[in-house]
């Protein structure tokens, strides 16, 4: 009899250390899918979340960026190493859109109020300006004091663009009316990076970078690969809060990574509202060649 208890108590205990080992085998199972399917989708991030800390393939948002700038407010031609500006307006913001024919951009735009005083400022190169056109939006300064928006072609002659300028839609509203709901993300001072993933579906993202009455320096660049940047802004404005930054940034085909560093001391945070803006399209190119003359 006490033989056959033993018989019994081992064959309890193989039957139980099997189980675990059954258990074990589907929880390591589980865990391969589960890292399978991770790095599957590791480059094209995808959440339901409403927060600007992760991007994803979502319905169409429309901003307060006009789509239909260059065909509402034909744009003019700036030669490389050239400037034009333009004043009188009538609204609190105003939109300036800049694209090429397939050629470099290389430009400088600033909100002057006074003959010295340059409460904002923002650059921006890019590789390609008919895939990466700049839409932004601008701040006045509040009262209606007189201001112009002067913008420069810092490219060769050989490299002229075409810049449209025109008051925003006042019944648009503020870039950060747009983003109400929305989680920030704050970016602190010292050289701070935040990375975000795009998916391979997003054509287009909207940024703002804003503050707390302080001033900004910030950099924004959109990567395809390793170093290789297809657009870069930098962003200097003494008050990120009367002259918050607005951006629509067009992303190449495939998955990219947009980068948002603070350039400023650590004492000057600002924060970050990152989404994707698939209301924004491009309009149709027409025919050129990408190394003959500029037509």
Same mark, same amino acid.
């Given at each position: 009899e006490s033989h056959a208890t033993t018989n019994n108590h081992h064959h309890l205990l193989s039957a139980a250390t099997m189980m675990k080992s059954i258990g074990v085998l589907a929880i390591l199972l589980a865990a391969s899918s589960s890292c399978d399917a991770f790095f599957s989708t590791t480059c094209c991030t995808t959440t339901t979340k409403r927060s600007s800390s992760s991007l994803f393939a979502s319905t169409p948002i429309y901003g307060p960026i006009n %789509? +239909?700038?260059?065909?509402t407010n034909p744009p003019l031609r700036i030669e490389g190493n050239s400037l034009k500006t333009w004043s009188g307006f009538q609204s609190n913001r105003v939109q300036v859109s800049i694209k090429s024919l397939g050629r470099p951009v290389e430009a400088s735009v600033e909100l002057w *109020?006074?003959?010295?005083?340059? &409460? $904002?400022?923002?650059?921006? %190169?890019c590789e390609d300006g008919s895939e990466n056109i700049v839409h932004s939006l601008i701040e006045l300064p509040p009262g209606g004091a007189p201001v112009t928006i002067a913008?420069?072609? $810092?490219? @060769? *002659?050989e490299f002229p663009m075409e810049v449209s300028v025109s008051d925003a839609n006042p019944t648009s509203g503020s870039a950060l009316d747009s983003f109400a709901g929305w989680t920030p993300i704050l970016?602190? @001072?010292? @050289?701070?990076?935040k990375s975000f993933n795009l998916a391979h579906d997003i054509d287009s993202v909207e940024i703002l970078l804003t503050s *707390?009455?302080?001033?900004m320096k910030a950099y924004i660049e959109i990567l395809k690969g390793p170093n290789d +940047?297809? %657009?870069i802004i930098e962003v200097d404005t003494d008050n990120a809060y009367l002259h918050p930054f607005y951006t629509v940034i067009q992303a190449a085909e495939g998955c990219n990574t947009l980068r948002i560093k603070n350039e400023n001391s650590v004492e000057f945070p600002? %924060?970050?509202?990152?989404? &994707?803006a698939e209301g924004v399209v491009e309009e149709v190119r027409g025919q050129f060649n990408y190394g003959g003359p500029y037509f």
């Open positions: %789509e +239909d700038i260059f065909s *109020q006074t003959p010295s005083y340059i &409460p $904002t400022k923002f650059t921006v %190169e913008v420069y072609n $810092t490219e @060769g *002659q970016v602190q @001072g010292d @050289g701070t990076v *707390q009455t302080r001033n +940047d297809n %657009e600002f %924060e970050a509202y990152v989404r &994707p």
